[in-house]
């Protein structure tokens, strides 16, 4: 039984400290802080009506570095699980460190002023975890995260090396409304109108954002536009899976979310630079996040499945083979379970497993790691009793795009 603390008050974290509050057996004492201590105070109400467990809430600035120490050394957890931004993952790495608290994410981290995301910021702190004798474990949500784990349990079990991986992510999910996006919606923007990028033959190959599209019929959602894009877990996978050949990221859009999106960048208005407006600087990207609906207020009127997976071709016992592994969540059934959405669903349930694992012992070490360098069975198992669950699909030949 341990105790931990989650930071950040999003629509994942209320997923997170609501599948923790169903296994109190594993977490006996939560304390979940934000910046805004009062949708903290909310999520503790809605765990305390579902499941009759009090949690603890705090204010925090994540950004500050003292203050972020302060609080941990208050609560005194043996985990910090970091739900909140990526720009804030270093700040509260460097007040674990100062702490002496292990350290959990699910997304790397993205500095403000840049709209690029990778490991290298967050893999330089190797040295000290290790030193410190602490672990801290990156992008353990769904992908990145689950993803990872899915081409682990393939390397362990079900193909002797892989040569190609297409990682697959649908929301077959539907609002209703014209355009809303279903994480934050600053980070959904940057990340979706970065260029594309892949791993072939040992470089990346870029392409111009949403510039190459497939077709593919998704199990549970049905046929959908999917296009390539650059996604974390391309870099962590091209370092731990040396050997594999090709290593491709899809995400599925909806033809009206591409319209709305094509619109706002053509008038600036997903732009990270700054610029004055009646006499003082803003963002734009920030302006719009504030104008689109919040993430965690959607979970009421989605509608539909997710579908996420990986397929990967290889050699098992020297004959080609191709497998596909995925999991399919409902929106509704989300809903109904934590009152968030299956976009928060997917997420801030593999958080939650991976933290237990962590306090529970199943996955340890000193430094900072990837999921993919991690035992995969212990998590899979978790996945199929926590509300994720997956299959394995023989596929009859390669992807042929």
Same mark, same amino acid.
Not at 261 to 282: A, C, D, K, W, Y
């Given at each position: 039984m341990s &105790?931990?603390?989650?930071i950040g008050a999003?629509?994942?974290?209320?997923?997170?400290?609501?599948k923790?509050?169903?296994?109190?057996?594993i977490?006996?004492?939560i304390?979940?802080?934000?910046?805004?201590?009062?949708?903290?105070?909310?999520? @503790?109400?809605?765990? #305390?009506?579902r499941f009759?467990?009090?949690?603890?809430?705090a204010?925090?600035?994540?950004?500050?570095?003292t203050a972020t120490?302060a609080?941990?050394?208050?609560v005194?957890?043996?985990?910090?699980?970091?739900?909140a931004?990526?720009y804030q993952?270093?700040?509260?790495?460097?007040?674990c460190?100062a702490?002496?608290?292990?350290?959990?994410? *699910?997304a790397?981290?993205?500095?403000?002023?840049? @709209?690029?995301?990778?490991?290298?910021?967050?893999?330089a702190?190797?040295d000290?975890?290790k030193?410190?004798?602490?672990?801290a474990?990156?992008?353990s949500?769904?992908?990145?995260?689950?993803?990872s784990?899915?081409? =682990?349990?393939? #390397?362990?079990?079900?193909?002797?090396?892989?040569?190609?991986?297409?990682i697959l992510?649908?929301?077959?999910?539907d609002?209703?409304?014209?355009?809303a996006t279903n994480?934050?919606?600053?980070?959904?923007?940057?990340?979706?109108?970065?260029?594309?990028?892949?791993?072939?033959?040992?470089?990346?190959v870029?392409g111009?954002?949403?510039s190459?599209k497939q =077709?593919?019929?998704?199990?549970?959602v049905g046929p959908?536009?999917?296009?390539?894009?650059?996604?974390?877990?391309?870099e962590?996978l091209a &370092?731990?899976?040396p050997?594999?050949?090709?290593?491709?990221?899809?995400? =599925?859009?909806?033809?009206s979310?591409?319209k709305?999106l094509?619109?706002?960048?053509n008038?600036?208005?997903?732009?990270?630079e700054?610029?004055?407006f009646?006499g003082r600087?803003?963002?734009?990207i920030e302006?719009?996040?504030?104008?689109?609906?919040?993430?965690?207020s959607?979970?009421?009127i =989605?509608?539909?499945?997710t579908?996420?997976?990986?397929?990967?071709?290889?050699l098992?016992?020297?004959?080609k083979?191709?497998v596909?592994?995925?999991?399919i969540?409902?929106?509704?059934?989300?809903?109904?379970?934590?009152?968030?959405?299956?976009?928060s669903?997917? *997420?801030?349930?593999?958080?939650?497993?991976g933290?237990? +694992?962590?306090v529970t012992?199943q996955?340890k070490?000193?430094g900072?790691?990837?999921?993919?360098?991690l035992d995969?069975d212990?998590?899979m198992?978790?996945?199929?009793?926590?509300?994720?669950?997956w299959k394995?699909?023989?596929?009859d030949?390669? +992807?042929?795009?």
């Amino acid at each position: 039984m341990s &105790k931990v603390l989650v930071i950040g008050a999003g629509g994942v974290s209320s997923v997170a400290v609501h599948k923790m509050a169903m296994n109190a057996d594993i977490f006996s004492h939560i304390t979940l802080a934000s910046r805004t201590k009062s949708k903290c105070d909310a999520i @503790a109400q809605s765990v #305390k009506s579902r499941f009759g467990v009090d949690i603890d809430t705090a204010a925090i600035d994540a950004d500050d570095v003292t203050a972020t120490t302060a609080l941990i050394q208050k609560v005194q957890p043996e985990l910090v699980v970091n739900l909140a931004l990526p720009y804030q993952d270093l700040s509260i790495m460097d007040a674990c460190l100062a702490a002496g608290v292990d350290y959990l994410d *699910t997304a790397n981290y993205e500095p403000r002023d840049e @709209a690029k995301f990778e490991y290298k910021w967050q893999w330089a702190y190797q040295d000290r975890f290790k030193d410190a004798g602490l672990m801290a474990l990156l992008g353990s949500g769904f992908d990145p995260g689950v993803t990872s784990v899915f081409t =682990t349990y393939i #390397k362990k079990h079900l193909l002797d090396s892989i040569e190609t991986l297409d990682i697959l992510d649908c929301n077959g999910g539907d609002t209703g409304l014209p355009f809303a996006t279903n994480f934050n919606p600053e980070i959904n923007l940057r990340e979706v109108t970065a260029n594309s990028r892949h791993w072939e033959n040992g470089q990346w190959v870029e392409g111009p954002a949403l510039s190459h599209k497939q =077709t593919f019929d998704f199990e549970g959602v049905g046929p959908k536009n999917m296009y390539l894009m650059y996604h974390e877990e391309l870099e962590s996978l091209a &370092k731990f899976y040396p050997e594999i050949k090709r290593i491709r990221f899809w995400m =599925t859009f909806g033809d009206s979310y591409l319209k709305h999106l094509e619109v706002l960048e053509n008038i600036g208005m997903t732009s990270i630079e700054p610029m004055q407006f009646q006499g003082r600087e803003i963002i734009p990207i920030e302006f719009l996040k504030a104008l689109l609906p919040e993430p965690a207020s959607l979970g009421p009127i =989605t509608k539909g499945k997710t579908n996420i997976g990986v397929i990967a071709t290889g050699l098992k016992d020297g004959v080609k083979k191709t497998v596909y592994v995925n999991n399919i969540c409902d929106h509704e059934e989300a809903y109904a379970e934590t009152g968030n959405q299956a976009v928060s669903y997917t *997420t801030g349930v593999p958080a939650m497993i991976g933290a237990a +694992l962590m306090v529970t012992g199943q996955w340890k070490g000193d430094g900072v790691f990837n999921m993919e360098q991690l035992d995969p069975d212990p998590f899979m198992d978790m996945l199929n009793k926590h509300g994720l669950p997956w299959k394995v699909q023989d596929l009859d030949a390669p +992807l042929d795009f």
